[in-house]
């Protein structure tokens, strides 16, 4: 069964940093764009960064564009999200998520249906 775990979250104060982890257990993710969305109470989830399967291209919401950065380990089978200068704003449920599909481009890569796999989310809370 195909698994995507997210681990780092937490409650952290406004400034602070947080990196996220998420591990993947198949090989074949190694050769898949990976993506971060995020969901806050009563909202929809949202595309918060996307590295392409090499790494070598990255892609982000404006909203954390400068603060956030994506990256991935494929030899580990993990991807990660470096957190960076939190706002309050930024608390939600944090989600991985696989593509397995050649990438359309920006902004079109950002859409939630193309990530067929998902992981289980974690939270992450920023307080003021």
């Known amino acids: 069964q195909v698994q995507l775990v997210e681990s780092g979250g937490g409650l952290v104060q406004a400034g602070s940093s947080l990196r996220l982890s998420c591990a993947y257990s198949e090989r074949a993710f190694r050769s898949y764009a990976m993506g971060w969305f995020r969901q806050a109470p009563g909202k929809e989830r949202e595309f918060v960064a996307r590295?392409?399967?090499?790494?070598?291209?990255?892609y982000y919401a404006d909203s954390v564009k400068g603060r956030f950065t994506i990256s991935r380990d494929n030899a580990k089978n993990t991807v990660y999200l470096q957190m960076s200068s939190l706002k309050p704003e930024d608390t939600a449920v944090y989600y991985c998520?696989?593509?397995?599909?050649?990438?359309?481009?920006?902004?079109?890569?950002?859409?939630?249906?193309?990530?067929?796999?998902w992981g289980q989310g974690t939270q992450v809370t920023v307080s003021s």
């Open positions: 590295i392409s399967w090499s790494g070598g291209s990255t």
């Open positions: 998520a696989a593509d397995p599909r050649p990438d359309p481009g920006y902004p079109e890569n950002t859409a939630r249906s193309l990530y067929d796999y």
